[in-house]
């Protein structure tokens, strides 16, 4: 099912990909012209590698963005969200081009940032840096368990890849060297990320303040690393992807050398094609460049037949969806669960189990810790709900998120799922001390469908991890955060450890929920409730 041959097709092939992405530059510049905001450089720096990605080897149907079988695509250098918008209107999304004329105006599909549930075609929101490629792990993540979960031989149900293009600014933030470590640890060799290497962020050339070994990091952490190859040659980025596809023993970056507003005379290779309009006289002299010959927002007929995806994405729906057909008829009761799980729908019998959790724990133990209180709710709810996968980061013995349900996730040297005796795979995630790796991986997890995370850690450390809380409550994904040790009644760590403002400066993140329970049958409900 993971097909590496090109999805071009012949009348496709008369248009030649520099063609393409040029058409994808003409598109960013004339959109942040028009409003007269965004990132222009970004897009027409990253065109190529794209047409190499969407054209040749990216698995998704514009007619059924949410086909459960597609590759998941990632633009964590979110501020370039003209790209995507960009890709999503040539292959045949329900984004025409009027919403690109009303590019970052309220109301329109083509928001500043890309924003999941928004716009078709989106997986999602991205704009804080670092975030996107530590989503695409938890993607992959999914990926990967519900494979070893679902898959039976002859039967592989669950195979895609997730691919991400990222930037400096990404590899700069902090919960990259989170992702890419947990990512390199659970050989996610699904994950594929484009590295738009290009030296440039909005204060300038990078080198004064960013001198890391980016291929060296990578390969540390147990990644494969292509590379660097001319990000500007379609052809070339092709066979990277390729050759990543075929590497089984971990994720894959593959650095492209690029030029920030490839295209435009005075304003490549500079900060000032980072964040703002190139301008009525550079956008002519881009034009004439590039030999574009066209009039703002006029995409040729020829070049749309080159880009369209529909009728190939319909055929690999199809393809799937006969293979899925036969699955179920050899495993009805598996291929039932998976449905169900996709859908995101809890089990017909759930409000009995949310009773019987209630007074199970309450039964075990009437006056204890609150978070004693979750364990003995989560014991009950973990045995009837396969689909919730926990955490915690490295405090698994004092926020008790784990139950005799959820025994700790384990891959071995080839990095497959270690299962017990009866064939099951671990259900709780070590994610280290990495707060905010792990809420960021656990959004991630719930974008992709078929789990519900859940994670601990103390209260106080809910600030390292915030920003991934809020993006959590943005995208109204269903993620559970377990906070612990939020009494003074626990003083002995001190002032550092022992926050009393925490639980209200959370309860001012819109579509958060807070709650605090004060005993076993509250937090029973609690759980039932998040749920």
């Given at each position: 099912?993971?097909?590496?041959?090109?999805?071009?097709?012949?009348?496709?092939?008369?248009?030649?990909?520099?063609?393409?992405?040029?058409?994808?530059?003409?598109?960013?510049?004339?959109?942040?012209?028009?409003?007269?905001?965004?990132?222009?450089?970004?897009?027409?720096?990253?065109?190529?590698?794209?047409?190499?990605?969407?054209?040749?080897?990216?698995?998704?149907?514009?007619?059924?963005?949410?086909?459960?079988?597609?590759?998941?695509?990632?633009?964590?250098?979110?501020?370039?969200?003209?790209?995507?918008?960009?890709?999503?209107?040539?292959?045949?999304?329900?984004?025409?081009?009027?919403?690109?004329?009303?590019?970052?105006?309220?109301?329109?599909?083509?928001?500043?940032?890309?924003?999941?549930?928004?716009?078709?075609?989106?997986?999602?929101?991205?704009?804080?840096?670092?975030?996107?490629?530590?989503?695409?792990?938890?993607?992959?993540?999914?990926?990967?368990?519900?494979?070893?979960?679902?898959?039976?031989?002859?039967?592989?149900?669950?195979?895609?890849?997730?691919?991400?293009?990222?930037?400096?600014?990404?590899?700069?933030?902090?919960?990259?060297?989170?992702?890419?470590?947990?990512?390199?640890?659970?050989?996610?060799?699904?994950?594929?990320?484009?590295?738009?290497?290009?030296?440039?962020?909005?204060?300038?050339?990078?080198?004064?303040?960013?001198?890391?070994?980016?291929?060296?990091?990578?390969?540390?952490?147990?990644?494969?690393?292509?590379?660097?190859?001319?990000?500007?040659?379609?052809?070339?980025?092709?066979?990277?992807?390729?050759?990543?596809?075929?590497?089984?023993?971990?994720?894959?970056?593959?650095?492209?050398?690029?030029?920030?507003?490839?295209?435009?005379?005075?304003?490549?290779?500079?900060?000032?094609?980072?964040?703002?309009?190139?301008?009525?006289?550079?956008?002519?002299?881009?034009?004439?460049?590039?030999?574009?010959?066209?009039?703002?927002?006029?995409?040729?007929?020829?070049?749309?037949?080159?880009?369209?995806?529909?009728?190939?994405?319909?055929?690999?729906?199809?393809?799937?969806?006969?293979?899925?057909?036969?699955?179920?008829?050899?495993?009805?009761?598996?291929?039932?669960?998976?449905?169900?799980?996709?859908?995101?729908?809890?089990?017909?019998?759930?409000?009995?189990?949310?009773?019987?959790?209630?007074v199970a724990a309450h039964t075990k133990a009437e006056t204890v810790a609150s978070r004693k209180a979750s364990q003995l709710a989560l014991e009950t709810f973990t045995a009837a709900l396969p689909e919730l996968l926990g955490g915690s980061a490295d405090l698994t013995g004092s926020n008790l998120t784990n139950t005799k349900s959820t025994p700790a996730l384990r891959f071995n040297l080839a990095g497959d799922v270690v299962k017990n005796e009866q064939g099951q795979g671990g259900r709780h995630i070590n994610y280290g001390v990495r707060e905010f790796g792990m809420?960021?991986?656990?959004?991630?997890?719930?974008?992709?469908?078929?789990?519900?995370?859940?994670?601990?850690?103390?209260?106080?450390?809910?600030?390292?991890?915030?920003?991934?809380?809020?993006?959590?409550?943005?995208?109204?994904?269903?993620?559970?955060?377990?906070?612990?040790?939020?009494?003074?009644?626990?003083?002995?760590?001190?002032?550092?450890?022992?926050?009393?403002?925490?639980?209200?400066?959370?309860?001012?993140?819109?579509?958060?929920?807070?709650?605090?329970?004060?005993?076993?049958?509250?937090?029973?409900?609690?759980?039932?409730?998040?749920?």
């Open positions: 099912m993971s097909d590496t041959a090109s999805t071009l097709t012949p009348t496709a092939q008369a248009v030649s990909p520099q063609t393409q992405a040029n058409a994808i530059r003409a598109l960013a510049m004339d959109a942040v012209q028009a409003a007269n905001s965004g990132h222009p450089g970004a897009p027409m720096g990253m065109a190529d590698m794209a047409v190499a990605l969407w054209s040749r080897h990216l698995r998704h149907n514009p007619t059924n963005p949410q086909w459960a079988n597609r590759d998941r695509f990632v633009l964590s250098n979110g501020h370039g969200s003209m790209l995507i918008y960009a890709l999503l209107h040539l292959t045949g999304y329900k984004l025409p081009i009027g919403e690109l004329k009303n590019f970052r105006q309220l109301g329109s599909k083509t928001a500043g940032h890309p924003e999941v549930g928004h716009t078709p075609g989106v997986e999602t929101t991205t704009g804080p840096l670092g975030q996107g490629i530590t989503n695409a792990v938890g993607m992959a993540l999914a990926e990967k368990l519900l494979a070893s979960e679902f898959n039976r031989d002859g039967h592989a149900i669950v195979d895609h890849h997730t691919y991400v293009f990222l930037g400096d600014g990404c590899l700069m933030e902090g919960i990259s060297h989170e992702a890419i470590a947990l990512a390199g640890a659970w050989k996610l060799n699904k994950l594929i990320a484009l590295y738009d290497d290009n030296g440039i962020s909005i204060d300038g050339q990078v080198t004064p303040w960013f001198i890391d070994n980016t291929a060296l990091r990578f390969a540390a952490c147990g990644w494969n690393v292509i590379g660097p190859i001319d990000g500007h040659d379609a052809d070339a980025v092709d066979r990277a992807i390729s050759d990543a596809k075929n590497k089984a023993d971990g994720p894959t970056i593959v650095i492209c050398k690029t030029h920030i507003g490839k295209g435009s005379p005075n304003r490549a290779n500079t900060a000032k094609a980072h964040g703002e309009p190139l301008g009525a006289e550079e956008i002519k002299l881009t034009r004439e460049a590039l030999g574009w010959n066209h009039a703002p927002f006029a995409i040729p007929k020829d070049v749309y037949v080159a880009w369209d995806a529909k009728d190939a994405g319909k055929a690999m729906e199809a393809d799937w969806n006969a293979k899925f057909a036969a699955y179920k008829a050899a495993f009805p009761e598996l291929a039932k669960e998976f449905v169900r799980r996709m859908k995101g729908e809890l089990p017909k019998n759930f409000a009995q189990v949310a009773v019987d959790a209630a809420a960021a991986i656990m959004n991630g997890v719930a974008l992709h469908g078929g789990f519900i995370p859940y994670g601990g850690t103390f209260l106080t450390f809910s600030d390292y991890s915030r920003n991934a809380i809020r993006m959590a409550a943005l995208m109204k994904q269903r993620v559970i955060h377990v906070f612990t040790h939020d009494s003074i009644g626990l003083g002995e760590d001190g002032p550092t450890h022992q926050s009393v403002e925490h639980a209200a400066s959370l309860r001012l993140i819109p579509n958060l929920d807070v709650w605090r329970p004060a005993d076993t049958a509250e937090t029973a409900v609690a759980w039932a409730v998040a749920l």
